[in-house]
């Protein structure tokens, strides 16, 4: 595992107070996320929370048939593991992940202690609850009113506002199951996309060719979600 990965590379912790990052860095250990990992399964009690860096995680609600559905996407801005802190310690939501690479990875206690002091720490935190709520209410009403492709565009620019660069490595079939639709449906958004000179589609590989043009393609939803994220999380350490 490369070494030059940095806390603060996730946005959640580089907007940390100082002295609270220099608390919490002792804590902090670096891990792998491997494709397909889940991090947590429904119902289960956490014992970690993951502050993904180069990897991104899905929040998919599993059905009692085993079907699912994608409610949020998670990456490099926040933390994966908000039942912890907000009291719940366990959720219906599965942590999957979707795009692999690397994060941080913090102990359930040290991060209740943290949340329990209060400060800019609980207000971050809240703000970054809040950012993520928006995320799953607006992804439920995109997947009732907006078509498969505009969902799909929407998907890919979440995404790809949390990676370093243009490629994602998923199959159909997946992004199938993030979505909660059939994979022929996929098949036929995605060639839609492919065809407009969007996005380039071959062997679980998407490279973003066009992501102004995907930004036009897909509904209000994307704006909204990032809107908020600016909103609530800007650029600055917390106070």
């Not at 995109?142 to 949390?162: E, F, G, K, P, T």
């Not at 660069?165 to 159909?172: A, R």
Request: hydrophobic share 45%.
């Amino acid at each position: 595992m490369a070494v030059s990965f940095q806390p603060k590379e996730n946005h959640l912790l580089a907007a940390l107070p100082a002295a609270e990052f220099e608390h919490w860095r002792t804590h902090l250990e670096l891990v792998d996320l491997t494709l397909g990992q889940v991090l947590y399964e429904s119902g289960s009690t956490m014992t970690h929370v993951f502050f993904p860096i180069t990897a991104i995680v899905s929040l998919l609600y599993v059905m009692e048939d085993g079907g699912s559905a994608e409610i949020a996407v998670i990456g490099n801005e926040g933390v994966v593991g908000i039942s912890l802190f907000m009291g719940g310690g366990s959720t219906p939501s599965r942590g999957v992940v979707q795009s692999a690479g690397v994060g941080f990875r913090l102990k359930a206690q040290v991060m209740k202690d943290e949340f329990d002091r209060g400060g800019p720490v609980l207000h971050l935190l809240l703000r970054y609850t809040q950012a993520l709520i928006t995320q799953m209410a607006q992804t439920a009403v995109c997947n009732r009113h907006h078509s498969l492709d505009q969902q799909l565009c929407r998907w890919l620019l979440l995404s790809l506002d949390r990676l370093r660069g243009s490629e994602l490595v998923m199959t159909q079939e997946l992004i199938a199951n993030m979505l909660g639709v059939r994979r022929e449906g996929v098949t036929e958004a995605a060639l839609k996309l492919q065809s407009a000179g969007f996005i380039q589609y071959a062997r679980g590989r998407i490279s973003v060719l066009d992501r102004e043009g995907l930004e036009k393609r897909t509904c209000e939803c994307y704006a909204v979600v990032k809107k908020e994220y600016d909103r609530l999380l800007p650029d600055k350490a917390a106070t």
